[in-house]
Nanobody, 128 residues
Framework: QVQLQESGGGSVQAGGSLRLSCAAH????????MAWFRQAPGSEREAVAA????????YYADSVNGRFTISQDNANNTLYLRMDTLKPEDTAVYYC?????????????????????WGQGTQVTVSS
């Protein structure tokens, strides 16, 4: 059974930084597609960043490209999301997700339904 545990959320002023962590238990993270999603009140859950072990390029949503960085520590089986230059519109609950469906180098799952393991979510609040 795969379990994902997020940490690192909180409140920050616009322009600040946060780093989210996602510890993966019961799975070797580097063998899974790993992603960060977020969901703001009244909005659908959207992919923010994702890593694909099949060889596809790392994904970043246009709204965070250049400000957020996804990375993976294979030794500690942990996924990270470094968030810099935060904006009020980044306020949301952030979720770590994983899927064992890796596919080839063109496979880039970005829809929530394509992920079968989820963390509990961590709140990020950015004030102006």
């Amino acid at each position: 059974q795969v379990q994902l545990q997020e940490s690192g959320g909180g409140s920050v002023q616009a322009g600040g930084s946060l780093r989210l962590s996602c510890a993966a238990h019961g799975a070797t993270a580097r063998s899974y597609c790993m992603a960060w999603f977020r969901q703001a009140p009244g909005s659908e859950r959207e992919a923010v960043a994702a890593i694909f072990p099949g060889g596809a390029p790392t994904y970043y949503a246009d709204s965070v490209n250049g400000r957020f960085t996804i990375s993976q520590d294979n030794a500690n089986n942990t996924l990270y999301l470094r968030m810099d230059t935060l904006k009020p519109e980044d306020t949301a609950v952030y979720y770590c997700a994983a899927t064992s469906s890796v596919g080839g180098r063109y496979y880039r799952p970005l829809r929530p339904v394509q992920y079968n393991y989820w963390g509990q979510g961590t709140q990020v609040t950015v004030s102006s």
